[in-house]
């Protein structure tokens, strides 16, 4: 049961930087048609990025000072001393931070560190060069949820209902619902990255330029 409630933590973590990482996808696909537009790419473009925001919420949950993140968003642990009871830690460590950061790193807050979008200059070759070079972080994140949501499946009563699609769906409809700057860009994007994984090939073979295509 335990590790079942820290699968589905681990999950939730990762909806956040599909949403960033999409929005950096739309922000590509600019720059890119920039790109073949002109000749100049020293020229400077302003885009919306998503940026984690410190803001209060009124729930409690477990954050992490070091990668400046949300592991567990709403826990229920009721006092900080008994933050390592919290079922993102592990043996003093963190199951959600990318690199398990101690629990010291951790506090327990009414604060969550929420995606907000804000506008920043680049230049159009700066921006396609660091995105090329991170986009293998995109299909990372993209396998860790297919590992994720195999594991789950392989504890949960009905493993039918789990699926990556199903997973991309409800970030997209959470996207449209929401419908903040670039949400139907943002939502093409995820569509796409549904649409790929649904065919049932490998998502190391996905290219960058599948997704921005038409
Ligand atoms: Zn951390
Ligand atoms: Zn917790
Ligand atoms: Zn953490």
Redesign the pocket.
């Known amino acids: 049961m335990v590790a079942r409630h820290r699968l589905q933590i681990q999950l939730k973590a990762l909806e956040s930087s599909i949403m960033e990482q999409a929005q950096r996808i739309v922000n590509y696909k600019i720059a890119k048609e920039l790109e073949h537009s002109t000749e100049k790419t020293d020229q400077s473009f302003s885009k919306k990025v998503y940026v984690y925001k410190h803001q209060h919420t009124g729930r409690t949950s477990i954050n ?1 000072r ?2 400046k ?1 949300t ?1 567990h968003g709403g826990c229920w642990v009721p006092l900080d001393v008994l933050t390592w009871t919290c079922e993102s830690i592990v043996d003093g460590k ?1 199951t959600v ?3 398990n ?1 101690s629990i010291k ?2 506090d327990r807050e009414k604060y969550e560190y929420m995606l907000t979008l804000e506008k920043r200059v680049f230049t159009v070759a700066e921006f396609v060069k660091s995105f090329e070079e991170s986009f293998l972080e995109f299909l990372k994140t993209i396998n860790k949820v297919n590992v994720l949501i195999k594991e789950l499946a392989s504890k949960a009563l009905r493993p039918d209902v789990l699926s990556t699609q199903g997973y991309i769906e409800h970030i997209i409809k959470e996207n449209n619902e929401e419908k903040q700057e670039d949400y139907e860009p943002r939502g093409k994007v995820l569509t796409k990255v549904r649409d790929y994984i649904d065919k049932g090939d490998l998502i190391w073979n996905l290219k960058l330029s599948h997704l921005i295509k038409k």
């Open positions: 992490c070091s990668c993140r592991c963190c931070c990318e690199n950061c790193d951790h």
